[in-house]
């Protein structure tokens, strides 16, 4: 191998690699910018991003009825279905609230893998193109394409392991608009945070409502500490992830789900009339106040309100 020996060629040896270097990596800026803007958009609406339940049988009334007390809305008729490609069976309703869907599933037998590990259900107005737009963006298929009563399904992995199934159905479904619109919580590594964020707002044609790399530690149970929170909106509805370092004191990392109410005094007596119980008493921190409950069955779920 020879070696450059004279320094100017050295430098400009140099100068020609780091160059190429940030041509490289303007390039693949620019490719994803351009792959964002031709990707489909998928979205139907926030009223269609179901949180998923997953509870024992025989804990499946007591918790739609919990739910229901707490935050109003109605039901579906409840009924038992094969909702998985391979055998299995489950009580399924679905809950229709105010404030958020709740896809709730009580299995009578044990759960194919992967379900249950999945966050979410996006209905999406094409699947096949919702495919195509989710590899392009860097997810991974966990779950192909699969026919259900009702439609079609799949289950996509963004990076850093965030499971989300994807539905579409035959008949396409009306449900009534939101007084406040959920945020999807999703906790994450520093490793993972920004690989996750490209994907999903690839796929989502969502944008960054916010990236603070100091918000208040009291968010993730950690007064004394500071952490990096991004929020991010789309048709899908509002996400927010938590970028942490994984040392969080329970209920946090818990909770899929952050309801916004119009009193959340109110909201908290509701739900524990209604047999919730307070994991964490309400705090303030970025112009909200916040409380983490469980519902009966063990769902747990943030509740937030506007103003300190």
């Known amino acids: 191998m020879h070696r450059i020996k004279n320094p100017k060629l050295m430098f400009a040896a140099a100068i020609l690699f780091a160059g190429s270097a940030l041509f490289s990596t303007l390039l693949g800026a620019r490719s994803m910018v351009i792959h964002a803007a031709d990707s489909p958009a998928v979205a139907v609406g926030p009223q269609y991003d179901t949180t998923h339940v997953y509870l024992a049988p025989e804990d499946f009334d007591r918790f739609v009825q919990s739910f229901v007390s707490t935050f109003g809305g109605t039901t579906t008729k409840q009924g038992v279905f094969t909702v998985t490609p391979t055998p299995s069976l489950t009580m399924s309703q679905l809950v229709l609230t105010p404030v958020g869907t709740l896809s709730v599933f009580g299995f009578k037998t044990p759960i194919p893998y992967p379900f249950g590990a999945e966050r979410t259900g996006y209905l999406v107005t094409d699947m096949d193109a919702a495919i195509r737009s989710a590899r392009e963006a860097g997810a991974d298929v966990l779950v192909s394409i699969f026919p259900d009563p009702i439609g079609r399904d799949a289950i996509i992995q963004f990076p850093g392991g965030v499971n989300t199934q994807l539905y579409w159905h035959t008949t396409a479904p009306s449900y009534p ?48 500490d500071t952490y990096r929170r991004i929020r991010i909106q789309s048709t899908f509805g509002k996400l927010t992830a938590f970028v942490t370092d994984g040392l969080l004191p329970y209920p946090f990392g818990r909770e899929m789900t952050g309801y916004e109410v119009a009193n959340l005094s109110e909201s908290l007596a509701k739900a524990a009339k209604a047999g919730a119980t307070v994991l964490m008493a309400p705090f303030s921190s970025d112009g909200r106040t916040a409380a983490i409950l469980q519902f009966p069955g063990g769902y747990i779920a943030e509740v937030h309100a506007a103003g300190n």
């Open 177 to 224: 608009a939101l007084q406040t619109i959920p945020e999807n919580h999703v906790y994450i590594s520093a490793d993972r945070a920004d690989a996750f964020t490209r994907s999903f707002l690839a796929f989502s044609h969502g944008k960054i409502l916010s990236d603070d790399a100091r918000a208040p530690g009291i968010e993730i149970g950690r007064p004394k």
